[in-house]
């Protein structure tokens, strides 16, 4: 299996990572969360065993609790004051994991870029990955020393509904959605009740399994251009990422960024919200077979 080309602002590789364990500017975060139908816990996990030195980033809890929408990204001044009293601050390098390979820990990477803070990266292959290697793992807590985080967030990196619903009609965007095909066509029920099922009209679909090898390691670059190529993704236009709940849509994001792809954003409520509200619009069924790229109509 080739080695990850380690990135500390995108991706690393557990031999990375297992080489700095003691670096003392270094700070490691278990992201693990799980969808309520897995039956899994990502803190009781973390507690039972965990990468010496990790602190556990709770996703449900550094949100934004006046939305009613599960987990978005919070308020900046909540933000800083979560992280800083688990001692994260300024001037450290972070990683973060979690414990089904790459799945919640790119959303967390995807909060701390918007909080303007770029030294973070994802642990290729995550816990999964780190365990099979028989690398060190631990029970015991991490000591918390509060320090120092100053942010800057960017309100550019992230996309509501109403800023979609405008894409769409534009055509101004490629929407990618990160979820299961069945789920994005339509025929296979939403985990959490009360939506509609289907997808945003005009978007395209990229299981974000499909970017990942067997071993839950994100493929390299030849593999995750013909990912996007095969899901009809031309990425010469702006791209909005989508999912469930904003949680994969961040593993397409960090793809993106391994690519040197820069203009995409996050739509953050995605399904959750967009299929709440029965004004806005649903298709079902598979995407339009890809065919030529088609040019921008804004230019």
């Known amino acids: 299996m080739p080695e990850t080309a380690d990135d500390p602002r995108t991706l690393v590789s557990t031999r990375w990572l297992a080489e700095r364990l003691k670096d003392p500017d270094l700070r490691i975060l278990d992201a693990s969360w799980y969808l ?4 899994r816990d990502g803190r009781a996990e973390y507690e039972t065993a965990h990468i010496p030195g990790a602190r556990f980033f709770d996703i449900d809890e550094i949100s934004d609790h006046r939305s009613g929408l599960p987990h978005m990204a919070p308020p ?19 990683v973060v994991y979690d414990g089904a390979g790459i799945f919640s820990a790119a959303r967390v990477r995807w909060l701390f870029k918007l909080m303007g803070k770029d030294d973070v990266a994802v642990l290729d292959g995550g816990l ?5 290697e028989g690398r060190p793992l631990t029970a015991e807590a991490t000591v918390l020393r509060d320090r ?31 979820r299961a095909p069945a789920r994005f066509e339509g025929g296979a029920p939403e985990p959490r009740a009360g939506l ?21 390691t994100m493929l390299d670059e030849a593999g995750l251009r013909a990912a996007f190529a095969a899901a009809g993704v031309d990425l010469d236009r702006p791209v909005i990422t989508s999912c469930g709940s904003g949680v994969t849509a961040a593993v397409l994001s960090l793809a993106l960024e391994r690519l040197g792809t820069s203009d995409h ?24 077979t890809p065919g030529p790229a088609k ?5």
């Open 36 to 39: 309520p139908d897995t039956g």
């Open 76 to 94: 900046p001044e909540k933000f800083v004051s979560k992280l800083r009293a688990m001692g994260v601050g300024d001037g450290h390098r972070v």
């Open 128 to 132: 999964p990955k780190w365990r099979a």
């Open 148 to 178: 120092h985080l100053t942010v800057s967030p960017r309100r550019d990196m992230v996309v509501d509904a109403t800023e979609v619903a405008r894409a769409v009609k534009l055509g101004s965007h490629v929407i990618v959605d990160a």
């Open 196 to 216: 509609r099922s289907g997808h945003i009209p005009g978007a395209r679909n990229l299981f974000f399994r499909d970017l990942l090898r067997p071993d839950g």
């Open 265 to 288: 954003l996050l739509y953050d409520g995605s399904w959750s919200e967009w299929g709440m509200f029965p004004d806005l619009p649903v298709e079902t069924g598979p995407a339009p």
């Open 295 to 299: 040019d921008n109509p804004e230019g």
